[in-house]
């Protein structure tokens, strides 16, 4: 059908990716040091804004003034439960069109990365698991088991799989649109397998495209394949999930040194613990140094109320380009509004049966980030990416001048620490009450 492997190899090994042109004969490529653009190396920035969160009237502008920003790809998770709330009827319209979104990224020349799940979470409810998914999966575990190769859960992921498609057809970058790139599944410690089965869903589906991906994040159960997507990492200055009541506790500060590891061990302690394992396997390290989640600010959560002072995400992406990082990508980019729903809050809530740590806003998922969903910029400095490409020469085709040493100093980044979070918190803190895990060991928000 399409594929397999792309002319550009990380040592002896190659990445098992699609087509790498456009019909204009432009190309995005990527070795174990970054993306190669047209021939030259670059330094792209990511920036996630969710369209179902946010007004399509307000789209374009908003795109806009992320590219002013220096953000270069749009991240997006597509949700499933904004999509197939009732089994079988599939809602495209109004803001959670994928289709006009993505052609509006196409005019903007905004290229984009689809986070297609099945798994999201991205603080919404069950994690963007329909709830007729869940209660099939609750009834009847042996076919329909969550995040598992159990076939019922597959056909119907391969549905929405298909559905998503449809929207995306003939505005791949093979065609000459804007999407580039796709991330399976998230926070998820496999097995490799279920990873494998899902990219290769994707694949028969149609998703040709330069690159595929995954979390970084929690550590793999077993051994993966190597090229076959590109673990992408994130950290956090602070976070709503975190069960302490005190600014930036445990691991928090280390978001801003550099560092010769990749991993952090703030994301989702609530489920994987404080004391997260972050060495660094040597396969790892062969794979380029790209993020996805750097915090671009954090949500409040109704336990830990959460105030960003808007100078941490920009020392933390630097820290991370002196650590060896060639994709700076921050989760969020751009905030948003929850879509209504009569039954529930379409956030996430402890009174849910997947992803049930924690209660959030019933609407607002603002997140403190850089671009703000009521139509303003917050306090973040949004404009100084395009010195980023001082780090790498324009044109230059040689590996970096990092890649020979692996493990840096660790070093503060100036400034960085003296912009800690204030956490207000209520008189009580709501843990959770007896609700099940995480269907996939292991995972934790985002």
């Known amino acids: 059908m399409i594929l397999m492997l792309m002319g550009i190899a990380?040592?002896?090994?190659?990445?098992?990716?699609?087509?790498?042109?456009?019909?204009?004969?432009?190309?995005?490529?990527?070795?174990?040091?970054?993306?190669?653009?047209?021939?030259?190396?670059?330094?792209?920035?990511?920036?996630?804004?969710?369209?179902?969160r946010v007004p399509q009237r307000e789209w374009r502008r908003e795109i806009r003034k992320m590219k002013a920003g220096g953000v270069?790809?749009?991240?997006?998770?597509?949700?499933?439960?904004?999509?197939?709330?009732?089994?079988?009827?599939?809602?495209?319209?109004?803001?959670?069109?994928?289709?006009r979104f993505l052609q509006v990224c196409a005019e903007e020349d905004m290229h984009v990365v689809l986070r297609v799940g099945p798994f999201c979470h991205g603080e919404v409810y069950q994690g963007g698991f329909p709830t007729w998914l869940v209660e099939r999966a609750q009834s009847d575990p042996k076919h329909y088991r969550l995040r598992s190769l159990a076939p019922g859960f597959m056909?119907?992921?391969?549905?929405?799989?298909?559905?998503?498609?449809?929207?995306?057809?003939?505005?791949?970058?093979?065609?000459?649109?804007?999407?580039?790139?796709?991330q399976l599944e998230n926070e998820c410690r496999?097995?490799?397998?279920?990873?494998?089965?899902?990219?290769?869903?994707?694949?028969?589906?149609?998703?040709?495209?330069?690159?595929?991906?995954?979390?970084?994040?929690?550590?793999?159960?077993?051994?993966?394949?190597?090229g076959e997507m590109l673990p992408l990492y994130g950290d956090y200055a602070d976070g709503f999930w975190d069960r302490s009541l005190r600014d930036m506790p445990g691991e928090y500060p280390k978001a801003f040194v550099m560092k010769d590891t990749r991993l952090s061990a703030v994301i989702a302690t609530e489920a994987l613990g404080n004391h997260q394992d972050t060495r660094m396997e040597t396969a790892e390290k062969t794979y380029p140094y790209l993020t996805c989640e750097l915090g671009g600010g954090m949500m409040t959560s109704y336990h830990r109320r959460i105030h960003m002072s808007g100078r941490e995400a920009f020392a933390m992406a630097i820290c991370k380009l002196g650590s060896g990082s060639n994709l700076p990508g921050y989760y969020m980019y751009h905030g948003g509004t929850n879509p209504y729903h009569p039954d529930h809050t379409m956030g996430e809530t402890q009174q849910s049966v997947v992803t049930n740590y924690n209660d959030m806003p019933l609407m607002s998922y603002d997140f403190q980030c850089p671009l703000a969903r009521w139509d303003s910029p917050n306090p973040q400095p949004t404009t100084r990416h395009a010195g980023y490409t001082s780090f790498w020469p324009t044109g230059a085709t040689n590996s970096p001048p990092w890649a020979s040493t692996p493990c840096l100093p660790t070093m503060p980044a100036a400034d960085?620490?003296?912009?800690?979070?204030?956490?207000?918190?209520?008189?009580?803190t709501r843990a959770p009450h007896g609700c099940a895990p995480w269907p996939c060991p292991g995972a934790g928000p985002r």
């Open 10 to 52: 990380a040592g002896a090994q190659t990445f098992r990716f699609g087509t790498a042109t456009n019909p204009q004969g432009e190309t995005i490529e990527v070795d174990r040091y970054g993306f190669i653009i047209n021939g030259q190396r670059q330094i792209p920035v990511m920036g996630e804004m969710h369209y179902a």
């Open 72 to 99: 270069t790809i749009l991240s997006t998770y597509c949700f499933w439960i904004h999509h197939e709330e009732q089994e079988g009827e599939w809602n495209w319209t109004g803001n959670r069109s994928l289709r």
């Open 155 to 182: 056909e119907a992921t391969r549905r929405l799989f298909r559905n998503i498609y449809v929207q995306a057809e003939d505005l791949l970058w093979k065609d000459g649109g804007p999407i580039i790139g796709l």
């Open 190 to 226: 496999g097995p490799w397998d279920y990873y494998m089965a899902l990219k290769q869903m994707a694949i028969e589906v149609g998703f040709d495209l330069p690159f595929y991906t995954r979390t970084g994040w929690p550590k793999l159960n077993g051994t993966e394949t190597f």
């Open 416 to 428: 960085a620490l003296s912009s800690t979070t204030t956490t207000y918190a209520c008189s009580t």
